[in-house]
Antibody, heavy 118, light 108 residues
Framework: QVQLQESGPGLVKPSQTLSLTCTVS??????????WSWIRQPPGKGLEWIGH??????TYYVPPQSRITISSDTSKNQFSLKLSSVTAADTAVYYC???????????WGQGTLVTVSS | EIVLTQSPGTLSLSPGERVTLSCRAS???????LAWYQQKPGQAPRLLIY???NRATGIPDRFSGNGSGTDFTLTISRLEPEDFAVYHC?????????FGQGTKVEIK
């Protein structure tokens, strides 16, 4: 059973870069055909797809794309999210998840709250 | 992008009741690529339904999905205590994949 766990700072200052890592256990991010994904949920709001990475290295970012970078480290079985120039609007619970190629999200991490505040 | 509107925002019901939740899309969802998720407080969402009507592994048969085009529903035939939660719909037929704002099913 694949398990995912997010890690990273819970507080980020405005204009700085939010950095999160998702550690995957029980399966390899280098095998199978999945999108290793980042989803977020602002307080009191719905879910938002941020982007994903495939084992091939191909990435997809939801527009506008300029602030988002998703990468992977297969040696550590991890993938990461960087979101630059954050504002209070980026305050959310951030989830990492495994999606099928059809983008159904079958496995999720527990989520981590990131607050953007000075 | 496709906007999904879920209604109602909140439902107050009793265990044992039948409930139908609505998810309406601003454009037709291709190939009925619509999923439903259940989310309990402090937990990640759990996939219930994919392809509009297919139950995910381990999901009880009291959960059923229906619909096509722009109108989709999730029905819980008989509410169990563990079913009180927020339900989200997601379309993945067009990029970017988008979610509804959620419907909360609460105990009356």
């Amino acid at each position: 059973q694949v398990q995912l766990q997010e890690s990273g700072p819970g507080l980020v200052k405005p204009s700085q870069t939010l950095s999160l890592t998702c550690t995957v256990s029980g399966g390899s991010i280098s095998s199978g055909d999945y999108y290793w994904s980042w989803i977020r949920q602002p307080p009191g709001k719905g879910l938002e797809w941020i982007g994903h990475i495939h084992r091939s290295g191909a990435t997809y970012y939801v527009p506008p794309q300029s602030r988002i970078t998703i990468s992977s480290d297969t040696s550590k079985n991890q993938f990461s999210l960087k979101l630059s120039s954050v504002t209070a609007a980026d305050t959310a619970v951030y989830y990492c998840a495994r999606a099928t190629l059809e983008q159904q999200l079958g496995q999720w991490g527990q989520g981590t709250l990131v607050t953007v505040s000075s | 992008e496709i906007v999904l509107t879920q209604s109602p925002g909140t439902l107050s019901l009793s265990p044992g009741e039948r409930v139908t939740l609505s998810c309406r899309a601003s454009q037709s969802v291709s190939s009925n690529n619509l999923a439903w998720y259940q989310q309990k407080p402090g937990q990640a969402p759990r996939l219930l339904i994919y392809g509009a009507s297919n139950r995910a592994t381990g999901i009880p048969d009291r959960f059923s999905g229906n619909g096509s085009g722009t109108d989709f529903t999730l029905t819980i035939s008989r509410l169990e205590p563990e079913d009180f939660a927020v339900y989200h719909c997601q379309q993945y037929g067009s990029s970017p994949s988008t979610f509804g704002q959620g419907t909360k099913v609460e105990i009356k």
